[in-house]
């Protein structure tokens, strides 16, 4: 199994811009889809983005989108997700995750087989 790993959080004012990465190692990258999901203390899990294997599409939740970009370099083994626009409701752990399949099929989480850690990300009014 890929194991992921993710950088890039931090503290940010609203309306600043934060750009995350998650680098894969140990498995295959190029051929999966990947997502980002985040998650805010004593909430559910929640599907912030993703991107099939060829970066060819992506697809995105209705409250980030036009503010964030999903996209990858199966070069360097790396998914980023830019986050701009910031709003005090993005404060979450972000998680980036890795699909079994080379489609985006869905935002459940039981659809992703590898996770991150988590990098927290925080916005301040």
């Known amino acids: 199994q890929v194991q992921l790993r993710e950088s890039g959080g931090g503290l940010a004012q609203a309306g600043g811009s934060l750009r995350l990465s998650c680098a894969a190692s140990g498995g295959s990258f190029s051929n999966k889809a990947m997502a980002w999901f985040r998650q805010a203390p004593g909430k559910e899990r929640e599907f912030v983005g993703a991107?099939?294997?060829?970066?060819?599409?992506?697809f995105y939740e209705d409250s980030v989108l036009g503010r964030f970009t999903v996209s990858r370099d199966n070069g360097q083994n790396t998914v980023f997700l830019q986050m701009n626009s910031l709003k005090p409701e993005d404060t979450a752990v972000y998680y980036c995750?890795?699909?079994?399949?080379?489609?985006?099929?869905?935002?459940?989480?039981?659809?992703?087989?590898?996770w991150g850690q988590g990098t927290q990300v925080t916005v301040s009014a």
């Open positions: 991107i099939n294997w060829s970066g060819g599409r992506t």
């Open positions: 995750a890795a699909a079994s399949s080379s489609y985006y099929t869905g935002g459940t989480p039981s659809e992703y087989t590898s």
